[in-house]
């Protein structure tokens, strides 16, 4: 009998993730499985620190596109985001 070994295919890329908050560019670099991964870490990090994240906040994220459905062959994307009233993520 043979037994095939099950791979985890999780790719890594680099991310660099950019928050605007008054004129202010915070910038935080990670390698991680996407682009929501990358925020929530800049995020976690910004908000660790202290720093402030008000409403309204413009967020960018540029990385490797990982989706592994996407048919754009990993090419780099640039995604924005915007802090909502619901929560403090982006």
């Not at 950019?18 to 991964?37: F, K, P, Q, R, T």
């Not at 309204?56 to 459905?69: Q, S």
């Amino acid at each position: 009998m043979i037994e095939f070994a099950k791979q985890d295919y999780t790719v890594q890329a680099t991310y660099e993730v950019a928050i605007h908050v008054d004129g202010i560019e915070y910038m935080y670099l990670y390698i991680c499985s996407n682009h929501d991964e990358a925020l929530n870490l800049a995020i976690a990090e910004h908000m660790g620190k202290g720093l402030p994240l008000p409403l309204g906040t413009r967020c960018l994220v540029v990385g490797t596109c990982t989706d592994l459905t996407c048919k754009c062959d990993g090419k780099i994307r640039a995604r924005a985001y915007l802090t909502l009233p619901e929560s403090s993520l982006c």
